[in-house]
């Protein structure tokens, strides 16, 4: 039972536009939100985050919009630049309850393409 | 930089033979976690640790063990690898006081079982 999905396997998105990444989550219990960014060869690296307080997360280019209701999260990205081609995977972790101990649930990653 | 690397980086072993990957840090982090990467899977958390000596199973530990004898230092084994157990390895360690945690993850452990 996959928790969190990424349903775009990948995305290509011309330098300057707006990339747009999507991830659903199925688990209600989930109240912290996390994008993270993979090149090939490297460890992920930490984008932004949102918690479930909050519905709008902007970390220069980065913005992150959470609907609970919905039970969707997105990344947005203005403007896309070449450098922002990597595999993106958003995270989730329960933390309200006190005992995830900060585990995450990973979603399968959409892989960005900015075209020059 | 978070201050963490894992060894070996690249390995290639045969099946049936144990297998023991090491993550470092250098900064004293409490919680430290093992996860692997899959095409078609993100990453998927394998073990995680609270504190020295105080380990716990993830959502895919079967076929591994882990121990943390000392902060610095997160071991993850694989008593007998199996062709299955192909896949890379990351380290991740955090300082998680609540909801607003952050994992920061190592370079990765490419493993190859044949």
């Known amino acids: 039972d996959q928790q969190v999905k990424q349903n775009s396997p990948s995305l290509s998105v011309q330098e300057g536009r707006i990339s747009i990444l999507n991830c659903d989550y199925t688990?209600?219990?989930?109240?912290?939100f996390l994008w993270y960014k993979k090149y090939p060869a490297e460890g992920p690296t930490f984008l932004i985050s949102?918690?479930?307080?909050?519905d709008k997360n902007e970390d220069g280019r980065f913005t992150v919009f959470l609907n609970k209701s919905a039970k969707h999260l997105s990344l947005h990205i203005v403007p896309s630049q070449p450098g922002d081609s990597a595999v993106y995977f958003c995270?989730?972790?329960?933390?309200?309850?006190?005992?995830?101990?900060?585990?995450?649930?990973f979603g399968q990653g959409t892989i960005l393409t900015v075209h020059p | 930089d978070a201050g963490i690397t894992q060894s070996p980086r690249h390995k290639v072993t045969e099946t049936g033979t144990p297998v023991t990957l090491r993550c470092h840090q250098t900064?004293?982090?409490?919680?430290m976690y093992w996860y692997r990467q899959d095409p078609g899977h993100g990453l998927r958390l394998i073990h995680y640790s609270y504190g020295v000596k105080d380990t716990d199973k993830g959502e895919v530990s079967d076929g591994y063990s882990v121990s943390r004898s000392k902060t610095e230092d997160f071991l993850l084994t694989l008593e007998s690898a199996t062709s299955s157990q192909t896949s890379v390895y990351f380290c991740a360690i955090s300082e998680f006081q609540g909801w607003t945690d952050t994992q920061y993850f190592g370079p990765g452990t490419r493993l190859t079982v044949l």
């Open positions: 995270a989730a972790s329960a933390n309200g309850g006190g005992t995830s101990y900060g585990k995450l649930t």
């Open positions: 949102i918690s479930s307080i909050k």
């Open positions: 688990n209600s219990m989930f109240d912290y």
């Open positions: 900064e004293n982090h409490r919680y």
